[in-house]
T-cell receptor, first 113, second 113 residues
């Protein structure tokens, strides 16, 4: 079956613009996670969804970052007024509820000029 | 808070050499431990995992043993191949009822013929 998909695969934007990143999890996976991978670094947790609720938003770095999920499916990560330090690969992962193994999408590479 | 520390790379080996990538962790409770791998141009994939002390995870010739007494989960392979060249991430899941992953910084492995 289809894996986790993300779009766009690459995004170049100017400082100060808003961007939206999309994640389509594996069908039936109620848990969804967003992570960020800066160049040469490990992945940082951003936010966790169970269904359409986000019980853990502790990793969002500032109030410029927000995310939502609808229909227990697609999730959108929005970054407002982008800054150069937002440049990173944004990864989405999904899993069945209560199951530890997460399946990762290919990521969106964001470059803020 | 919970954290993962892994050896810095890059690690450069000749084909058929023995591989060890060190990983230690700090965590409250009893985390599960993981190794993820990111091959060039591909997404993050689960390589192996262990869910309790003394468990050994294994896959594709790689092994790692959950050592609670030394809080370690070192990755080993007896004979590496060029195709093993990738970035390897050690990770743990935090306690709290869901499976947020905390990652190490990653170790790049380059295997030469």
């Amino acid at each position: 079956g289809a894996g986790v998909s993300q779009s766009p695969s690459n995004k170049v934007t100017e400082k100060g613009k808003d961007v939206e990143l999309r994640c389509d999890p594996i069908s039936g996976h109620t848990a969804l996670y967003w992570y960020r991978q800066r160049l040469g670094q490990g992945l940082e947790f951003l936010i966790y969804f169970q269904g359409n609720s986000a019980p853990d938003k502790s990793g969002l770095p500032s109030d410029r970052f927000s995310a939502e999920r609808t229909g227990e499916s697609v999730s959108t990560l929005t970054i407002q007024r982008t800054q150069q330090e937002d440049s990173a690969v944004y990864l989405c992962a999904s899993s069945l509820a209560g199951v530890e193994t997460q399946y990762f999408g290919p990521g969106t590479r964001l470059l803020v000029l | 808070g919970d954290s993962v520390t892994q050896m810095e790379g890059p690690v450069t080996l000749s084909e058929e050499a023995f591989l060890t990538i060190n990983c230690t962790y700090t965590a409250t409770g009893y985390p599960s431990l993981f190794w993820y791998v990111q091959y060039p141009g591909e997404g993050l994939q689960l390589l192996l995992k262990a869910t309790k002390a003394d468990d050994k995870g294994s896959n594709k010739g790689f092994e790692a043993t959950y050592r609670k007494e030394t809080t370690s989960f070192h990755l080993e392979k007896g004979s590496v191949q060029v195709s093993d060249s990738a970035v390897y991430f050690c990770a743990l899941t935090t306690s709290g009822g869901y499976n947020k992953l905390i990652f190490g910084a990653g170790t790049r492995l380059a295997v030469h013929p």
